[in-house]
């Protein structure tokens, strides 16, 4: 009795499996969804477009549209966009990115920027502590303590200026 | 006129040999008759381009499609104004529109009224000379703009429907004015280091032929990002495309003249650094427009693939390396003069943040540009540098930049004391952080958002606290209104307040970037008729769709009401439209535009039974962006207007040499 019961859980089971998976599969994705969005535009779309496939209109362009199927059935399979990338690029490499990789070679893309900007910093942080030293012991003598007197300078230096003209 | 057309560029040619010829030697004979009859070969160079430009305004106007260019751009039934627009929408036209502003440009300085008897003319004339000489040799033998077919074509293949559009009128003309505009201030600053003589003059000049051209390479990026937004259907303004970066970068390091320049002019210093900033910002114009026309690079901008790009190149390193030759040669005239630094927290300081933060960004943008070459040079694999690199890897260099512009109006000059700091930044700083707390009261959680918002907040305290303090001087010494002292005190300092609402400008681009980046929402659905799609607070009703013609053109549209909150806001026609003489249709989207945010319709796609998708988006804050926009070119204006009080041209002072 108890094998008849476990055989027909069993077939149905196997009966309604496909209308189970069925009904994953047929989850609506929408193409303009965040979710999509953070998978699609990982990749560039070769069509010439010069877009990557998530802005890349599939009314437009045949390659997109299945590339799009493609996508949305890998989520359905539960991949994480780091899975569908890893994916891709062992198909095409790493061309069919939209930003190089943050490995290798293309590390340099993303870090020199900043090594440069920092390299440059510290260069600007010497340059003016040399021209500030030079100033030596000199007894420092701003020319205005504080942004209202500056301010008030030029005014009176404005204001005597204009008064100059009206008499000259 | 297929004989007049082509002699305009050939006659050309030759003045333009002629008078850089002659300008030379009336500069090394100091003959001034030379000199004279190279300032009339200006003039006849500026006939000649602007005969070129009407004959091709002309033949594009009348269909003339016997010659390759009409018939590549243009159709019989496109409207009037946009066959006359179809002169840039092409290689050979768009470096005719160049060449036209450059001698145009050539002529206001070396005819101009200020500049008379001055003898830096004759050398800024001859180097805009071989620069026009390099464009009309381009135009004669490589990017000719009037060559005949062989047969004569009953039809044009029409123009490009995207460039079809209010934005492409004006979104080229204002980037070419940007570009060629910066080969003056280039030439300003060979001319002073061949003269030795870089002063307050040279200064004073420079700076307002930079600040021009900063204002249309603005204005050009502005229109292109607007053009792009309402045009292609895309819904976002900027994509880091090679040719956007190509004009972006120009626009950074002339930015970062426009700021060391002021320590130049205070303390004589960063000579060296200024000329450098110069010689790059025009380097990059013509590196740009290598990357563009040379299809080395893939661009939504797609120029016709041609070995013009080569020519731009060779014609870059040139002046390059002639620039660094002669700035080299005057190496210890500049070196002389630097002064010195009082303490580590100035104003001076903060401009040489202020440097390394443009350039800085100039750099990853150029980096970031070229880097599938250098990748596909080392490891033979181009990879694609695109939209997510640039955001991540600018955004953190161009808010530091938004806080050192926030903090930098701030600090005085020479010197600021730690009193001073704290007496000037205490009541910002608590003011920033307690709407930084208030945003994240009211919802704002994303960090991003926060710091950058955070970041303007000070700005714009700081920025009003600059007008208050001025005003409030103003009025201690002149007793007048509020509004009369704030108009006074700006009018009487053009460039600091010019300079400060171009600030503002900037802090309401930004706003509305973040804003427009970080809060989008999208949604694509495809809805029976008379269904509705809701995103946020709105509700679009799909109330029908049908079918118009209008020329050669068929239009699908539909009607959709949109209702926000359950109140109606109209009824709008998202289209899609199928050209007679071009494969791809285009969108026509519908934007409900407010200060808030903006709906963004558009009608993607549709089915025999009357489904359709649309693709719909609320973009935050796009307003903020075009206001900031605007208010740029008012502070821009405001700055380089010539005024009744200071801002005039000073008394040229340098050397004197016979020939002017």
């Given at each position: 009795m108890k094998n008849k019961i476990y055989i027909g859980l069993l077939i149905i089971l196997v009966v309604f499996q496909g209308s189970f998976l069925h009904v994953e599969a047929a989850k609506q994705i929408d193409y303009k969804s965040a979710e999509f969005k953070a998978v699609a535009q990982q990749f560039a779309c070769t069509?010439?477009?010069?877009?990557d496939h998530y802005e890349c209109d599939p009314n437009t362009c045949n390659l997109t549209t299945e590339f799009k199927a493609d996508l949305v059935e890998m989520m359905n399979k539960g991949w994480d966009k780091d899975k569908i990338r890893e994916y891709y690029i062992n198909i095409y490499g790493e061309e069919i990115l939209t930003s190089p990789e943050k490995s290798g070679f293309s590390l340099t893309a993303w870090v020199l920027p900043f090594v440069v900007i920092g390299a440059a910093g510290i260069a600007v942080f010497f340059i003016i502590r040399k021209w500030v030293k030079k100033k030596g012991t000199e007894e420092d003598v701003a020319e205005y303590e504080s942004p209202e007197e500056e301010v008030e300078g030029e005014i009176l230096s404005s204001i005597i200026d204009e008064e100059r003209k009206k008499y000259l | 006129m297929y004989l007049f057309a082509n002699a305009t560029i050939y006659i050309g040619l030759a003045i333009a040999i002629y008078s850089l010829l002659i300008m030379t030697l009336g500069i090394s004979t100091k003959n001034q008759k030379f000199v004279n009859s190279g300032k009339g070969g200006l003039i006849a160079l500026l006939v000649c381009s602007s005969l070129a430009m009407l004959s091709l305004f002309y033949l594009l106007a009348t269909s003339q499609f016997q010659y390759e260019y009409v018939h590549d751009y243009t159709s019989s039934e496109l409207p009037i104004i946009y066959k006359l627009t179809a002169l840039w929408a092409g290689n050979a036209g768009s470096l005719l529109l160049w060449t036209f502003f450059l001698t145009l440009y050539t002529f206001m300085i070396a005819l101009s009224r200020k500049l008379k008897g001055n003898p830096m003319v004759p050398y800024i004339s001859a180097i805009l000379l071989a620069n026009a000489v390099f464009f009309f040799f381009i135009l004669g033998f490589v990017a000719k703009p009037f060559i005949l077919l062989d047969e004569i074509p009953i039809e044009g293949k029409g123009l490009n429907p995207m460039l079809q559009n209010p934005g492409m009128i004006i979104h080229p003309v204002t980037l070419y004015l940007g570009y060629v505009g910066l080969a003056i201030p280039f030439a300003f600053a060979m001319a002073a280091l061949i003269l030795k003589n870089v002063d307050d003059f040279w200064i004073k000049m420079t700076r307002r032929w930079t600040i021009i051209a900063w204002l249309f390479l603005s204005l050009g990026n502005i229109f292109g990002g607007q053009w792009a937004y309402v045009e292609?259907?895309?819904?976002?303004?900027?994509?880091?495309?090679p040719v956007e970066n190509a004009s972006f970068m120009p626009w950074l390091t002339a930015t970062a003249f426009l700021h060391s320049v002021m320590i130049q002019e205070r303390k004589n210093m960063l000579k060296i650094w200024n000329i450098s900033l110069i010689i790059v910002s025009y380097a990059l114009t013509l590196f740009g427009t290598f990357l563009v026309r040379s299809g080395v690079l893939t661009s939504v901008h797609a120029f016709a693939n041609s070995n013009l790009g080569l020519y731009f190149l060779i014609f870059m390193g040139v002046a390059v390396i002639g620039a660094l030759y002669v700035l080299m040669s005057r190496y210890n005239l500049l070196k002389r003069s630097a002064g010195e630094f009082?303490?580590?927290?100035?104003k001076e300081s903060s401009f040489l943040i202020n440097n390394l933060l443009l350039v800085g960004a100039a750099f990853a943008v150029f980096w970031g540009t070229i880097f599938p070459l250098v990748s596909e040079a080392v490891r033979g694999t181009k990879v694609t540098v695109g939209l997510p690199f640039f955001n991540k890897v600018e955004a953190p260099i161009l808010l530091s930049m938004m806080f050192i512009m926030a903090v930098c109006p701030l600090l005085a000059w020479q010197k600021s004391t730690v009193k001073n700091l704290r007496k000037n930044f205490m009541i910002p700083a608590i003011l920033a952080i307690l709407a930084m707390i208030l945003m994240v009261v009211l919802g704002i959680q994303k960090a991003w958002a926060v710091i950058g918002y955070g970041v303007i907040s000070l700005l714009l305290i700081t920025h009003f606290l600059e007008f208050y303090r001025g005003v409030k001087a103003r009025r201690k010494m002149t007793k007048e209104s509020p509004l009369v002292a704030l108009y006074r005190l700006m009018i009487r300092n053009r460039r600091r307040y010019g300079g400060y609402i171009v600030h503002l400008g900037i802090a309401f681009i930004t706003m509305g970037i973040i804003g427009s980046q970080n809060y989008d929402l999208q949604t694509m659905k495809t809805v029976d008729l008379g269904k509705s799609i809701e995103l946020k607070d709105y509700r679009i009703n799909y109330d029908r769709l049908d079918q118009k013609k209008e020329g050669i053109n068929d239009i699908v549209y539909a009607d959709v009401t949109v209702f926000k909150n359950g109140k109606k806001l109209g009824t709008y026609q998202p289209e899609k439209v199928f050209y007679g003489n071009w494969e791809q249709p285009s969108s026509e989207v519908a934007i409900i535009s407010s200060l808030k945010e903006d709906l963004y319709i558009v009608l993607s796609a549709w089915e025999d039974d009357g489904k359709a998708t649309f693709v719909v988006k609320v973009n935050p804050m796009m307003n903020w962006l075009w206001i900031g926009s605007f208010m740029i070119v008012i502070g821009a204006l405001f700055a380089v207007w010539n005024g009744k009080y200071g801002n005039v041209t000073p008394r040229y002072t340098g050397v004197r040499k016979e020939v002017s």
């Open positions: 069509c010439g477009c010069g877009q | 292609l259907g895309w819904g976002g303004y900027w994509a880091w495309d009082n303490s580590f927290v100035s």
